[in-house]
DNA sequence: ATTGTTAATGGAAGTCATTTTCAATAAGGA
DNA sequence: TCCTTATTGAAAATGACTTCCATTAACAAT
């Protein structure tokens, strides 16, 4: 994030994407903010330091980071996607509390015991249903603190 | 749904609600069918038997199923709300596993270790973030047995 | 059974997040 | 510098719902 420290931009270029300006304005955004952000969010930030910038491209843009491994996609349930910056190519396993009023999402980390029996429920129903797991998701729903 | 078996009619006048002829065949439809419908699925088998019925109603009566206590919704991720006919008020507790390609939904029984993991996990959030949990979801991303 | 009030209906039009189209532009290898 | 081709952004399209509104039909009261 300073110094030579961009880690990304040789991801990027090496999934064959382009470096260009408004990725990389984005991408700024992306790794000053500390939320989980709308696409509409991070247009109106980007669009502050890079008032050129398209919400078109904000969408492309996210979706490439996505596919690049940099930024994680996660649907909140209210019909508007939210993406935050990873910290860590690998992310370590967590949760996620998502407030039903703001929207808010707060990650939780996950607690071994309760990481490990839902690893135990996914191998069982990959046997018992033949259903191919990928990647299991556990929300709470609820109200945030200032919500509630 | 045989005899005099409608328990759900009582419950809808219960709530303040007419019971309309149109209303009457989208619970006939959502009560033969047993997977999790999308309103477009249930639009689709209402009008083969009462081709007067429009999307809207639909819409509106899943809505008003689901505040009577009726039907569940299911936010299946994919931008299409599912909707199901539950067998009994209060539901055993489950989980889904939700097909990435076809969008197919299989209900998996909760485990009661993990269930109770969950719950304590819960309690823990209240307490530490100050969230008020409401109802967590597991649902387990990946792919059915005909999509893998 | 008839009436009157008011909820319910359905078609059309509107939202809202996201995607597609397409002509213009700009990366970055040659 | 040139050239190919990915990328851009404005506008239009999409798709799942929702809202509007004039018409219709439940059903409570007569």
């Given amino acids: 994030m300073r110094g030579h420290g961009r880690w990304f931009h040789g991801r990027i270029r090496g999934c064959g ?8 304005k984005i991408i700024e955004v992306l790794n000053s903010s500390n939320g989980h952000l709308s696409a509409e969010d991070v247009f ?6 890079y008032p050129a910038v398209g919400l078109t491209t904000v969408y492309r843009t996210l979706e490439m980071l ?5 930024v994680v996609k996660i649907d909140a349930g209210d019909g508007k996607a939210r993406y935050k910056f990873k910290k860590t190519l690998e ?4 949760f996620h509390l998502i407030c039903k009023k ?12 309760l990481e490990k029996n ?18 299991p ?8 603190e200032s919500c509630k």
Same sequence: chains 1, 2.
């Fill in 17 to 24: 994407y382009r470096l260009t300006l408004p990725r990389m």
């Fill in 44 to 49: 109106v930030k980007v669009h502050r330091i």
């Fill in 118 to 135: 839902i690893h135990r429920a996914k191998e069982e129903y990959i046997k018992r249903y033949r259903f191919k797991v990928d990647n």
């Fill in 137 to 144: 998701q556990l929300r709470f729903y609820g109200y945030c």
């Fill in 91 to 94: 992310e370590e396993p967590h």
């Fill in 102 to 113: 703001c929207g808010n999402i707060i990650d939780v980390k996950a607690d071994k015991e």
């Fill in 66 to 70: 996505v596919a690049s491994g940099i």
